[in-house]
């Protein structure tokens, strides 16, 4: 009776449930990566039940194979550490969500920075922003600082530009930009644009410019908001100082002063 129950569980595992596991998910689960885990998870579990209930119909006593397959098991963990270690990690990652397939990520830790292609049992590939794929052990993915920058509905812009030391062409470089920020289109009134001298450098005064931006325009109002703001600064007659670099050769000097002295 046990041999025909195992090779029903298996044969109906193989044939039907399997497919009847992923119907059910779909009805509950919406990510790809959870579902696919679950269904290798239940498959493995009846799998296993079945090879068991075969086992003991032909009389080999599953109690010494569990005992056998501990010390089996066991060796294989010491062996197999970061596999296991990958595996667990995938599975909080899948149940906590800190991160999408879509996202665009920052793993502080190591500065890669990119968008998740996928998140599976093993690994998360991100796709970096060169268009290379980095595959990341969960491991590593999980214990890592994870900057979602896809997660927010806002972002903030900084940019820093430098003008001249001059008092009035600070007053209106200050005055321009915030004319200018709040023209534009994708800068968020709420919270309201900032504009203000943040430091003083070798060569310049530092303006600081922190906007509001949404997300998904994000990336596009930084390519191109530095041009607008050299743009606007030019036509308001406001130039960007550069810092220059005199050099001066003793050597030359030094020949020449000879050649003086030769020649009186």
């Known amino acids: 009776m046990d041999l025909v129950i195992g090779i029903a569980i298996i044969v109906l595992t193989r044939t039907y449930l399997h497919k009847k596991v992923v119907e059910v998910l779909a009805r509950y689960v919406t990510s790809e990566d959870v579902m696919f885990m679950v269904q290798w998870v239940s498959a493995a579990v009846l799998y296993l039940i079945g090879f068991a209930l075969i086992l003991t119909a032909f009389g080999i006593s599953i109690s010494s194979l569990l005992v056998a397959g501990g010390f089996i098991t066991l060796?294989?963990?010491?062996?197999?550490?970061?596999?296991?270690?990958?595996?667990?990690?995938?599975?909080?990652?899948l149940m906590e969500k800190p991160v999408k397939i879509g996202d665009l990520v920052i793993i502080k830790d190591s500065g890669v920075g990119g968008v998740v292609k996928s998140i599976s049992i093993l690994s998360t590939t991100v796709r970096l922003w060169n268009g290379e794929l980095a595959r990341i052990p969960n491991?590593?993915?999980?214990?890592?600082?994870?900057?979602?920058?896809?997660?927010?509905?806002?972002r903030r812009l900084e940019v820093e530009v430098g003008v001249p030391y001059d008092l009035d062409k600070v007053k209106r470089a200050v005055e321009a930009l915030k004319r200018f920020l709040d023209k534009e289109k994708y800068i968020l009134k709420v919270p309201e644009p900032e504009v203000f001298v943040k430091d003083f450098g070798d060569s310049a005064i530092i303006i600081r410019i922190n906007a509001w931006v949404p997300t998904k325009k994000w990336y596009e109002v930084y390519k191109e908001i530095r041009m607008k703001i050299y743009e606007k600064l030019v036509s308001e007659g406001v130039d960007i100082p550069y810092t220059t670099i005199t050099v001066i050769d003793r050597r030359s000097s030094s020949t020449s002063g000879a050649s003086q002295s030769e020649g009186s």
């Open 139 to 154: 491991s590593k993915f999980f214990e890592s600082v994870i900057i979602n920058q896809s997660g927010p509905l806002v």
């Open 75 to 93: 060796a294989i963990s010491f062996a197999a550490q970061t596999t296991i270690s990958n595996a667990i990690s995938g599975i909080f990652l």
